[in-house]
């Protein structure tokens, strides 16, 4: 499987506190992305990073990159109680033989309130 | 814009039934979909990618006589699922790429298949 891993693969902090979740994978890619699922619901699209970058900002979201250890980390600041739900990272490949999305494993978080 | 509309939500079938599961663009043509698999709790397993007029193409271990994916036009795809069993019962989701965009994706809001 090309499936990259994510950890934690669950994660409870309360309100306020920062939220860091990481992701590695496997082959060479073109973007890493980063999505939001809430429980039953379809995915949501919050930033992508290319592979000639090394960190990108979104609002609350931090986004870093590591080629060379074929990492990324997503932060997300000041966390609230709609921030609960499941994470996925996901990496593009197309150019390296490999036209579509590969999902991580997915973390779990919850903000208590 | 980038909308995906995917239908129905949620579907309850009888065992050796068929289901039909619709994906459509509402405001840009889709080279490419994909229709992805996902189990409770878990991450989301790629079944095929199919592109507008051709074949799709099948990951490893999808029986695509089981899992039929027809890409009719730049803005619907359909996935039926045959002679449905209780193991299909699933979160099925798909998503639209646009052209060659880096971050083209679009996903629909998924389905909620249970064969009972």
């Known amino acids: 499987s090309q499936q990259g891993e994510e950890d934690p693969q669950a994660l409870s902090i309360q309100e306020g506190e920062n939220a860091t979740m990481n992701c590695s994978y496997k082959?060479?890619?073109?973007?890493l992305q980063w999505y939001r699922q809430n429980s039953g619901r379809g995915l949501v699209h919050l930033i992508l990073?290319?592979?000639?970058?090394r960190e990108k900002h979104s609002g609350r979201l931090r986004v870093t990159l590591d080629t060379s250890k074929k990492s990324s980390s997503l932060l997300i600041t000041a966390s609230r109680a709609a921030d609960t739900a499941s994470y996925f990272c996901a990496t593009d490949a197309s150019g390296f033989g490999n036209e579509k999305l590969t999902f991580g494993t997915g973390t779990r978080l919850t903000i208590i309130p | 814009g980038a909308v995906v509309s995917q239908h129905p939500s949620w579907v309850i079938c009888k065992s050796g039934t068929s289901v039909k599961i619709e994906c459509r663009s509402l405001?840009?043509?889709?080279?490419?979909m994909f229709w992805y698999r996902q189990f409770p709790k878990k991450s989301l397993m790629l079944m095929a990618t199919s592109n507008e007029g051709s074949k799709a193409t099948y990951e490893q271990g999808v029986e695509k006589d089981k899992f039929l994916i027809n890409h009719a036009s730049l803005t619907l795809s359909t996935l039926t699922v045959t002679s449905a069993h209780p193991e299909d019962s699933s979160f099925y989701i798909c998503s639209a790429r646009r052209g060659k965009l880096l971050h083209g994706y679009t996903f629909g809001s998924g389905t909620r298949l249970t064969v009972v």
């Open positions: 990073i290319r592979s000639n970058e």
């Open positions: 082959t060479s890619i073109n973007n």
């Open positions: 405001d840009f043509q889709a080279t490419t």
